[in-house]
T-cell receptor, first 112, second 114 residues
Framework: EDKVVQSPLSLVVHEGDTVTLNCSYE??????LLWYKQEKKAPTFLFML????IEKKSGRLSSILDKKELSSILNITATQTGDSAIYLC????????????FGQGTELSVKP | DGGITQSPKYLFRKEGQNVTLSCEQN?????MYWYRQDPGQGLRLIYY???????QKGDIAEGYSVSREKKESFPLTVTSAQKNPTAFYLC?????????????FGQGTRLTVV
């Protein structure tokens, strides 16, 4: 059975801290791994990772995929209260119509 | 503005009723999806459609039905056969199902059984 697992499930930090969110996957016909940020309602796209070892970066957020370890991390540096959200990791499969297998999410709370 | 519109935002259903959740997109995307989100369980796929007049069951299709009569519309009906329908429902779309592109999400519908 295809599975994506995220850790930790929840995390509380203070502004300025650096956080690392983890995602591991067991997905047959694995194509890519996606990260989304969900603030209350619609998940918004952050990164898509297809190749191992190539870091993707957007401002204070960065992410990397390790296909050997079947895992990915999402790093957030110098956290701000606006980073408080649920971060979702999802595996995409080949020839499955774009179906995504989601992890449980990590709920990040950044305190002032 | 291009995007995905879900309605209503909140919906209350009585036991034994069928209800239909609307999802419309003007992104000209071929593929559309319905996910259900429960606390602590992430998103689970209910149904998806890669082209008009065709759709496939996802992992938790029992108690749900869909139609895809138009490219821009993918309504989801929650039937009385769905025993635990209280959840947050998210509709998504992507350019084409088998291209390696991200999915875009609507704002969701929160369904509560009363």
């Amino acid at each position: 059975e295809d599975k994506v697992v995220q850790s930790p499930l929840s995390l509380v930090v203070h502004e300025g801290d650096t956080v690392t969110l983890n995602c591991s996957y067991e997905v047959t016909n694995f194509r890519s791994l996606l990260w989304y940020k969900q603030e209350k309602k619609a998940p918004t796209f952050l990164f898509m990772l297809t190749s191992s070892g190539i870091e993707k970066k957007s401002g204070r957020l960065s992410s990397i995929l390790d296909k050997k370890e079947l895992s990915s991390i999402l790093n957030i540096t110098a956290t701000q209260t606006g980073d408080s959200a649920i971060y979702l990791c999802a595996g995409a499969l080949y020839n499955q119509g774009g179906k995504l297998i989601f992890g449980q999410g990590t709920e990040l709370s950044v305190k002032p | 503005d291009g995007g995905i519109t879900q309605s209503p935002k909140y919906l209350f259903r009585k036991e034994g009723q069928n209800v239909t959740l609307s999802c419309e997109q003007n992104l000209n995307h071929d593929a559309m999806y319905w996910y259900r989100q429960d606390p602590g369980q992430g998103l689970r796929l209910i149904y998806y459609s890669q082209i008009v007049n065709d759709f496939q069951k996802g992992d938790i299709a029992e108690g749900y039905s869909v139609s895809r009569e138009k490219k821009e519309s993918f309504p989801l009906t929650v039937t009385s056969a769905q025993k635990n329908p209280t959840a947050f429902y998210l509709c998504a779309s992507s350019i084409q199902g088998n291209r390696n592109t991200e999915a875009f999400f609507g704002q969701g519908t929160r369904l509560t059984v009363v």
